[in-house]
């Protein structure tokens, strides 16, 4: 079968994107190739939350590539709202979702949780910004919370993000996907891609595909794709697996009817602060269930399952920090998925150097959130329209050092510290912050020394990577 586009991946940024092409090129033939299980990923795994100021770190703003990264999300929660209306009418389904968002600062963080929430609290403040902020909240006042002395929230504010139903989300657009007469959708996964010299040869179960143009929108597995065709691979910053873990929980209304304390779930999402950047502690309520995450962790090699202790901490946690109403509930379900993670976590968008091959990946958590703003514009320059993608996220480059190597051991040190933190540490000989900062920085600086990095800052998630050889060094430039 020969067709203009072939898109593979059928998560949130792979159906959107066959949505809004095929409207845009009414007259292309376009395939969306994925399972209709969608295994692994990140999109039904979602809560989701539309997370443009809850996982912020402090000092993004003065460094331009993450400013650039929070501003693909910033432009997306603009055109959210006539975004599900768009789909909503298209599909005649309705998406569950609800405004706003509550930020706790929990006593159970550190000094440096303190120091973003006062980070965030500022830049809420600001001009561009302050629509999306309700204001300085008691933490009393906010239903559902209800921590335990030891986790008590201190602080708390009210931002404009969101959270929607991802599973309703998806089945909207793919309602609308379903539609689309120049659309054909095969369940099945790429096996293998091969460049030929005028366009591209998908390799399929017991089907080969000639596209004239090929968008990799399938996440991590992407990679799996790349490692295949070293004209890609050379010159690509590689993707790794980020293994997310979040619990459905259902209201226990056999237990409600024998007790006489009501305990209520919360009205709109509340969250913790971004910890050893993973995306905090979140409740979502919906009508049907509860959501509670998530993890994060990052992989070479997808594991199947997520692990147990992940599961044990996220509601010890929850029901610790956030209410006890957590652990009074149902187990209803596990969702598991892999966010896209890039080599120097900044996305991977737009075209490559191979004429005719394009990226939608390397997203991390952000994909969903960002889907209403870089798909279009992905789109618009697809067909050789002027865009508003910033060419720094073009696939075809060096790695995005992450700030410069003194910025980011600093904040490796500060993300490990606030990481174990969480998990239970407690420094001996008197709380000595002093000596295991000395320490640490001491096990960070000897990965640098050992790959000869002078000015290049590494990402602190990716630094069990570099330990492990794991990054292609030779996308630095030193």
Sequence with gaps: MNYDYVIIGNGILGITLAWKLSEANKDSQICLIGQSSRHGSASVASGAMLNVFGEIEEGFFEYAPLRKRFELGFEALKMWPDHIKEIEIKSKKKIEKRWGTH????????????????????????????????????????????SQASFRTIRSLKIGDGILDSSQLIS????????????????????????????????????????????????????????????????????????????????????????????????????????GHACGLHWLPFKSHTYLGASSAVYTTPEPYP?????????????KQLSPNIGRSNLKGITYGYRPVSEDIFPLIGPSHIKGLWFLNGMKRDGLTCS?????????????????????????????????????????IISRYNKENTHGMMLPDS????????????????????????????????????????????????
Excluded at 231 to 256: C, H, M, Q, S, V
Excluded at 392 to 404: A, C, E, G, V
């Design 103 to 146: 930020i706790l600062n929990s006593a159970a963080g550190t000094k440096f949780e303190d120091s973003l929430f006062d980070y965030l609290l500022n830049l809420m403040q600001k001009k561009n910004f302050n629509k999306y902020f309700s204001g300085i909240i008691n933490p009393e006042s906010i239903e559902g919370l209800n």
């Design 172 to 275: 909207a657009i793919d309602a609308i996907v379903s539609k689309r007469e120049n659309i054909s959708i095969l369940d099945t996964n790429a096996e293998k891609l091969r460049i030929n010299k005028n366009d591209f040869t998908v390799y399929v179960k017991n089907e080969n595909i000639i596209a004239k143009q090929v968008i990799l929108a399938n996440g991590s597995f992407a990679q799996l794709l790349i490692d295949k065709v070293p004209e890609i691979k050379k010159y690509t910053p590689r993707l790794f697996f980020g293994a997310g873990t979040g619990i459905l929980l259902d209201r226990n209304e056999i237990r409600n009817k024998f007790s006489n304390i009501f305990h209520p779930t919360p009205k709109i999402a509340m969250r913790t602060m971004d910890r």
């Design 307 to 319: 692990r147990s202790s992940t599961i044990s901490f996220l509601l010890g946690d929850g029901l």
């Design 372 to 412: 209403a703003y870089i798909v279009p514009e992905l789109v618009r320059m697809i067909l050789g329209k002027k865009s508003k993608l910033p060419k720094i996220f073009y696939p075809s480059r060096n790695l995005i050092s992450y700030y410069d190597k003194k910025k980011a051991i600093e904040k490796a």
């Design 431 to 478: 709380n000595n912050f002093e000596k295991y900062y000395e320490d640490i920085k001491k096990e960070v600086s000897k990965i640098y020394d050992n790959h000869n990095l002078k000015k290049f800052g590494i990402h602190p998630e990716l630094l069990s990577l570099y330990e492990s050889n794991k990054i292609n060094i030779r996308l630095i430039k030193k």
